[in-house]
Antibody, heavy 123, light 108 residues
Framework: EVQLVESGGGLVQPGGSLRLSCAAS????????MSWVRQAPGEGLEWVSS????????YYADSVRGRFTISRDNSRNTLYLQMNSLRAEDTAIYYC????????????????WGQGNLVTVSS | DIQMTQSPSSLSASVGDRVTITCRAS??????LNWYQQKPGEAPKLLIY???SLQSGVPSRFSGSGSGTDFTLTISSLQPEDFATYYC??????????FGHGTKVEVK
């Protein structure tokens, strides 16, 4: 059974930093592209960042580029999201998710999700 | 950027009803469209990928159709566990992916 367990969230002041972790089990982690998706309170889903299985290629939404860094440690089966210069609008539940490709780069979906971790940016 | 517009934003329905949710892309996305279900306090769950492929383990009362700019998620006979919020997601512009704003299915 695939399990993704996030940790590291909490309350942080504007301008502060936080690192989220996502521990994976039940899958071949080093072969799995991964992503972070967030959901502001009462709002919809927003794709944040993705990384390929090797960690060599990373991608970001415009809203977080230059402030957030996605990375992974395949020896620990763990995905990370380093969040710097946090703003009130970054307040959200952050989910990690596995990406599955179905025949082409554009054919892909998120088949397994973590339970989510709340990040609150407030003074 | 491709915008995804879902309609309606909410709907009221009864158990046994046929429910249809629409997702429209601001430009053609071929069939690179997924559907997710999210219940309060839970993570999203994949229902349909590539517009019409049913994810393993998802009941057959869920179906998806469409291509280009217009897509539909249909629940053929609404069950009590189907009251939730549904999101479409385009992956045409991978690595950037865009979700619709969601459609909440409520009890009538």
């Amino acid at each position: 059974e695939v399990q993704l367990v996030e940790s590291g969230g909490g309350l942080v002041q504007p301008g502060g930093s936080l690192r989220l972790s996502c521990a994976a089990s039940g899958l071949t982690f080093s072969s799995s592209a991964m992503s972070w998706v967030r959901q502001a309170p009462g709002e919809g889903l927003e794709w944040v960042s993705s990384i390929d299985g090797s960690g060599a290629n990373t991608y970001y939404a415009d809203s977080v580029r230059g402030r957030f860094t996605i990375s992974r440690d395949n020896s620990r089966n763990t995905l990370y999201l380093q969040m710097n210069s946090l703003r009130a609008e970054d307040t959200a539940i952050y989910y990690c998710a596995r990406i599955v490709y179905c025949g082409s780069v554009s054919c892909n979906y998120f088949d397994h999700w973590g339970q989510g971790n709340l990040v609150t940016v407030s003074s | 950027d491709i915008q995804m517009t879902q309609s309606p934003s909410s709907l009221s329905a009864s158990v046994g009803d046929r429910v249809t949710i629409t997702c429209r892309a601001s430009q053609s996305i071929a069939n690179y469209l997924n559907w997710y279900q999210q219940k309060p306090g839970e993570a999203p769950k994949l229902l349909i990928y590539a517009a019409s492929s049913l994810q393993s383990g998802v009941p057959s009362r869920f179906s998806g159709s469409g291509s280009g700019t217009d897509f539909t998620l249909t629940i053929s006979s609404l069950q009590p566990e189907d009251f939730a919020t549904y999101y479409c997601q385009q992956t045409y512009t991978t690595p950037t992916r865009t979700f619709g704003h969601g459609t909440k299915v409520e009890v009538k």
